[in-house]
T-cell receptor, first 114, second 116 residues
C-alpha cells in the first residue's frame, strides 16, 4: 500500500512568486491535513480537508490556501511568497474524519524562498 | 487554550542507556487524544502511539513505553536500552475532540542523539 506522496520534494522560489504543492493521500483516505514546519515555530497546522470541504484552518494569512479534489488529492498554494515561508510543508492523511484515527505523514516538500 | 510543552530540546545518550522524553499538555476539553511521532532525517513523521483521555493505562511496545498521567497532564515516553537507530526528533501532539476537524497541536520536539 503506497504511503502519502508529496510533490515536489524540493522547491526554490523567489520572493513574490507563488507556489503550488501537491499531496496524494493513501488510497481510501479522505482526510488530508497540511502542516508547516520551521525551526522557529515548529510544526503548525495549516488546514484540513475532508471530502473536498475545508474543515478547519490554522492561524495563517490568506496567502495560504488549499483545495481537495474528488479523488482526495490535495494541493496547497502560497501566493506572494515571503522569505519566512521557507519551511518543510508536510501533508497527512487519515482514513476518516475522526480525531481518534492516526495521521500518516508524507516526507514533505522543502520550500526555500530566496 | 491548548498547548504542548516538550521542555527537553536535545538529549544525548550512549547506546543501551534508558531515556525518557517529557511531554506536558494543556487543554480545557475532557475528551482529547495524545500522540507521539518520530521524525527521522528523511523528514516524514512516523506514528508511534495514540492515547485517549479516558485511558490512563500505561503502554509498552518492545523497548518503548508510555506513561500517561492526567493528574499532572503529562504523557512521557521512555526508550529502554536505546539504540543508534533511535536517533531522531520526537514530537508529542494533542488533538481535541471538541473541534471542527482533527488538527494536531505539536510540541517543539526533542532531538535525541544516541551514540555508539
Amino acid at each position: 500500500k503506497a504511503g502519502v506522496t508529496q510533490t515536489p520534494r524540493y522547491l526554490i522560489k523567489t520572493r513574490g512568486q507563488q507556489v503550488t504543492l501537491s499531496c496524494s493521500p493513501i488510497s481510501g483516505h479522505r482526510s488530508v491535513s497540511w502542516y508547516q514546519q520551521t525551526p522557529g515555530q515548529g510544526l503548525q497546522f495549516l488546514f484540513e480537508y475532508f471530502s473536498e470541504t475545508q474543515r478547519n484552518k490554522g492561524n495563517f494569512p490568506g496567502r495560504f490556501s488549499g483545495r481537495q479534489f474528488s479523488n482526495s488529492r490535495s494541493e496547497m498554494n502560497v501566493s506572494t511568497l515571503e522569505l519566512g515561508d521557507s519551511a518543510l510543508y508536510l501533508c497527512a492523511s487519515r482514513p476518516g474524519a475522526g480525531v481518534n484515527t492516526e495521521a500518516f505523514f508524507g516526507q514533505g516538500t522543502r520550500l526555500t524562498v530566496v | 487554550a491548548q498547548k504542548v510543552t516538550q521542555a527537553q530540546t536535545e538529549i544525548s545518550v550512549v547506546e543501551k542507556e534508558d531515556v525518557t522524553l517529557d511531554c506536558v499538555y494543556e487543554t480545557r476539553d475532557t475528551t482529547y487524544y495524545l500522540f507521539w511521532y518520530k521524525q527521522p532525517p528523511s523528514g516524514e513523521l512516523v506514528f508511534l502511539i495514540r492515547r485517549n483521555s479516558f485511558d490512563e493505562q500505561n503502554e509498552i511496545s518492545g523497548r518503548y513505553s508510555w506513561n500517561f498521567q492526567k493528574s499532572t497532564s503529562s504523557f512521557n515516553f521512555t526508550i529502554t536500552a536505546s539504540q543508534v537507530v533511535d536517533s531522531a526528533v520526537y514530537f508529542c501532539a494533542l488533538s481535541e475532540a471538541d473541534q471542527a476537524g482533527t488538527a494536531l497541536i505539536f510540541g517543539k520536539g526533542t532531538t535525541l542523539s544516541v551514540s555508539s
